[in-house]
């Protein structure tokens, strides 16, 4: 029988919800988390930046063993040396058992080194730390993952000296080198694993500069020792809280924790189709247990799901769980002045919907209407793709610097006709997009004054950073000035710039006016476009009627550069379905679940489905045939994310006349 051991990342699951390690790693049970881990650390440039870890510690000798027991035999021979490196070192204490990314060893003294795909500004002393002194929260994981090492490490041996270390991408530094995140590769090995290759060319050039940061993290392991755990009435050392989780794990016995507003984000909680198959459901199990609730009680909306709400502890705390429990005098309605609804009445409106059992949509038709009449024709809806580069591009860029690799652009004129005007990708390995993704959008919008719209603040953040990226690169770049000026004309500078404005043509924000202007309680809380778009075509008409039909791409339709006779509007049990859902697979080797989770879930930002595959691309050894294959995929998909803002504001504007 495999024995089983509390490892980092259980603890560090623990961490957020000590029940969740019952339910970790059984497959009776669902789990929302992306299976291939591989995917995550190709999106985030992890495997890149591991591999790159490694070359600044010449002579590391790496434990390669799976099994655990072997691992541990190999490790504990080479720490008989009194001086040497090691990667991926197995050390046990009792049941307790980790993977140190690098030990580095000199005769009783030991450094433990976390590697994390994470950035940081090596020129800031107190990053990980708030001015209370505590763990800030953005790092309070990955320090409770390294604190967890360096116990479990000193434990073991008692007689060694063990500083503790995480080596991060460092923003301030510069790449020494072009081409070097091009020289670690993915390859599938006889097995069909995927593994990374780090090529022979790897100079001393490159790695002169060191563009990753090892900072000692001692202080913070104290701050995380030195804490109390346990609940509110039995507080624990951390050494005694990490034997309780120890046991717990080790005997499978589940240890009970309360419910909060957390649990919304639980990768535990089973889906219907999942529990209509025979999954268990940790999270309907947790909220049973405590609330003695049936399977009917969870149909009705719940604390859970109410927008931008940071009271849900308290409700839950009082027990008015319920939408149906919650009354108008529990959240007041305030108004802040402005058109449309502000927050709080936005959240008074989906409470009182839930309460009616009112299914129908809500739109304030006249500030709506306001805001269309100020639109000037024709209208332009854009949307990028991007991602950020573990490893720059370049010489002279910086880790984790943004990458704007594909946009797409849909037009509607003032007659109502539609098409899809313009789209741009790159996907060569190794070349750096950003300067002609802006020159290609630059011609496409410069050809007219109408108004352009964006969903979120993601565009407008990427063009500041691009504005930024031609202010103050060293090359020659002959049209610098007329691309930093068209950015200034379509966008509003970040509160942290040097430079301030406002353009005149300042993209209009669509998340914006779904939170004025436009609630569905089928959005459930969310105002993602990928719940906005299924709910507004589910009760619109017109968007039925008019998409039922194979017009799109077609020949006398609606002009696209991706499409060919496409019918939007399909139908599944009597609803229709969400678009997203009919297209292909960007790519085929991963699994239904997988690809979903890459697609919605918020474990990747920005776009998780199309970051993973440019970074394929970037990558992955392959076919010209598959790299063709998801380029159209993603081509097609962005395609699909402009044109569902079209279609948004079609059935707004059929809405508000009517």
């Known amino acids: 029988?495999?024995?089983?051991?509390?490892?980092?990342?259980?603890?560090?699951?623990?961490?957020?919800?000590?029940?969740?390690?019952?339910?970790?790693?059984?497959?009776?049970?669902?789990?929302?988390?992306?299976?291939?881990?591989f995917l995550i650390s190709l999106a985030e440039g992890g495997f890149q930046v591991g591999e790159l870890a490694k070359q600044?510690?010449?002579?590391?000798?790496?434990?390669?063993?799976?099994?655990?027991?072997?691992?541990?035999?190999q490790t504990n021979e080479l720490l008989k040396l009194d001086n040497v490196t090691i990667f991926e070192a197995a050390v046990r204490y009792k049941n307790l058992y980790v993977r140190v990314d690098i030990l580095v060893k000199k005769k009783k003294s030991v450094e433990l080194i976390e590697v994390k795909a994470k950035s940081t500004d090596s020129s800031d002393e107190n990053v990980f730390l708030t001015k209370?002194?505590?763990?800030?929260?953005?790092?309070?994981?990955?320090?409770?993952?390294v604190a967890f090492q360096k116990y479990v490490l000193q434990s073991a041996f008692p007689k060694y000296h063990v500083n503790a270390y995480l080596l991060l991408a460092d923003k301030s530094a510069k790449c020494p080198t072009d081409g070097l995140n091009q020289k670690f590769r993915i390859v599938k090995d006889e097995d069909g694993r995927k593994n990374v290759v780090v090529s022979q060319e790897i100079s001393k050039e490159d790695l002169f500069i060191p563009i990753l940061v090892k900072i000692n993290v001692d202080n913070c392991c104290d701050i995380v020792f030195d804490s109390n755990y346990g609940d509110e009435s039995d507080h624990v050392s951390f050494a005694e809280y990490v034997d309780f989780l120890g046991k717990s794990y080790v005997n499978d016995e589940k240890i009970i924790s309360p419910i909060s507003g957390a649990c919304v984000g639980c990768e535990f909680k089973a889906t219907e189709k999942e529990m209509s198959e025979g999954m268990k459901s940790g999270f309907h199990e947790c909220w049973k247990n405590e609330l003695g609730w049936n399977d009917s009680d969870f149909v009705e909306p719940s604390v859970l799901d109410i927008w931008n709400f940071r009271n849900k502890d308290q409700f839950i705390k009082d027990r008015r769980i319920k939408l149906s429990d919650i009354s108008e005098y529990d959240i007041p309605a305030k108004s802040d002045g402005k058109a449309g609804v502000s927050a709080s009445e936005r959240q008074c409106l989906q409470i009182q919907k839930a309460k009616n059992k009112d299914f129908s949509y809500w739109i304030d038709s006249e500030n709506l209407k306001k805001e269309m009449r100020k639109w000037i024709f024709p209208l332009h809806f854009i949307d990028f793709e991007t991602t950020m580069a573990a490893i720059p591009f370049n010489k002279g860029r910086h880790p984790y610097e943004g990458i704007a690799f594909q946009y797409s652009h849909h037009v509607v004129y003032k007659d109502g006709s539609i098409e899809h005007s313009g789209q741009y990708i790159n996907t060569i390995p190794g070349k750096f997009p950003n300067y002609d993704f802006v020159r290609n959008l630059k011609n496409e919008l410069s050809k007219d004054k109408g108004s352009i719209f964006r969903y979120a603040a993601h565009e407008n953040t990427y063009l500041n950073m691009i504005f930024r990226q031609l202010i103050d690169d060293v090359n020659n770049i002959p049209d610098r000035d007329e691309l930093c000026d068209f950015i200034q004309t379509i966008t509003k500078s970040g509160a942290t710039s040097n430079e301030q404005w406002e353009g005149p043509r300042n993209m209009i924000d669509m998340l914006e006016l779904v939170k004025r202007y436009y609630y569905d309680p089928a959005m459930k809380g969310s105002n993602s476009i990928k719940k906005v778009l299924p709910a507004i075509l589910n009760s619109s008409r017109f968007l039925q009627e008019k998409y039922s039909q194979a017009i799109y791409g077609a020949s006398q339709g609606i002009p696209s550069k991706n499409y060919e006779d496409w019918t939007w509007i399909r139908y599944e049990d009597g609803k229709v379905m969400d678009p997203y859902c009919v297209l292909p697979k960007m790519f085929q080797d991963i699994s239904d679940k997988d690809y979903i989770l890459l697609s919605e879930s918020d474990e990747l930002k920005d776009g998780g489905a199309a970051l993973t595959a440019y970074s394929r691309m970037q990558f992955e050894e392959m076919t010209d045939y598959e790299?063709?294959?998801?380029?159209?995929?993603?081509?097609?998909?962005?395609?699909?994310?402009?044109?569902?803002?079209?279609?948004?504001?079609?059935?707004?504007?059929?809405?508000?006349?009517?």
């Open 56 to 73: 600044y510690f010449p002579g590391g000798q790496e434990i390669k063993a799976r099994d655990n027991e072997e691992a541990l035999r």
């Open 132 to 145: 209370k002194g505590t763990i800030a929260s953005a790092w309070q994981t990955y320090l409770n993952d």
């Open 627 to 658: 790299r063709s294959e998801i380029q159209k995929a993603l081509l097609q998909y962005c395609e699909l994310d402009t044109f569902a803002m079209v279609m948004i504001y079609e059935g707004w504007k059929d809405i508000a006349k009517s």
């Open 1 to 37: 029988m495999k024995h089983r051991y509390l490892t980092k990342s259980r603890f560090t699951l623990a961490t957020q919800c000590p029940t969740k390690l019952f339910y970790d790693g059984k497959n009776e049970y669902a789990n929302q988390k992306i299976e291939d881990q």
